[in-house]
C-alpha cells in the first residue's frame, strides 16, 4: 500500500501526539502525584449539622501516626477555620458542605478538591514542609465568596511521646 509522504508526516504527528497525551496523564499522575478524584461516598446536605463526624468537625491524630481532618465547607467559610497538622504525615482531608458548591485549595500545595452538596470529597497528602498555608474557596459559591477562608499551620513533627496527644480533637 503506498502512503503519501506528507499523509505519512501526519499520521506520524497525530501519533505522537497521542503519546504526548499519555505521557503526561502519567507525569501528572505518578510524577506530581495529581489524581483524579476517585473516592464516592454520599451525605444528605440536611443532615450534615447533626451527622456525627461532620457536626464535630477537627483534627484526628490517627495511632499509625496518619491524621484525619473533617471540615465543614459552607456560606462562607470553613470549620475549623484554622487546622493544624504535623509535617511528614500522611493527612486525610474529608470535607463536604450544608449549602452549596464550594472549593477547597490549600494554596501553594496539591491540596485542592471541590466541595459538592450531597458528597463527602476526601483526599490524602502530606506537607514536606512546615508553615502556614492559605486555604481559600476556588469556587464562586455566592456575596461572600472573596471572604472564605481558612489556614492550615504545617508543624514541625511533635516528639514521639506526649507532645501530639494535645492535638487529638483539636477543633
Ligand atoms: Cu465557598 Cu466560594
Request: one cysteine or more; proline letters at 6%; aromatic letters at 10%.
Amino acid at each position: 500500500m503506498n502512503v503519501d509522504f506528507y499523509e505519512k508526516i501526519w499520521m506520524w504527528a497525530a501519533g505522537g501526539i497521542i503519546v504526548i497525551f499519555l505521557a503526561s496523564i502519567g507525569f501528572t499522575t505518578f510524577g506530581k502525584a495529581i489524581q483524579p478524584p476517585s473516592h464516592v461516598e454520599m451525605i444528605n446536605p440536611d443532615s450534615v449539622r447533626t451527622d456525627p463526624e461532620f457536626s464535630r468537625p477537627g483534627v484526628t491524630m490517627n495511632a499509625d501516626g496518619s491524621v484525619t481532618v473533617v471540615i465543614q465547607a459552607f456560606m462562607f467559610g470553613f470549620t475549623p477555620s484554622e487546622i493544624r497538622v504535623p509535617r511528614n504525615r500522611p493527612v486525610t482531608f474529608r470535607l463536604t458542605s450544608p449549602d452549596v458548591i464550594h472549593g477547597f485549595q490549600i494554596v501553594q500545595t496539591n491540596g485542592n478538591t471541590m466541595v459538592v452538596p450531597g458528597y463527602v470529597s476526601q483526599f490524602t497528602t502530606q506537607f514536606s514542609r512546615a508553615g502556614e498555608y492559605l486555604i481559600v474557596c476556588n469556587e464562586y459559591c455566592g456575596l461572600g465568596h472573596h471572604i472564605m477562608a481558612a489556614k492550615l499551620i504545617v508543624e514541625e513533627s511533635p516528639a514521639a511521646s506526649g507532645a501530639g496527644a494535645g492535638m487529638g480533637g483539636a477543633r
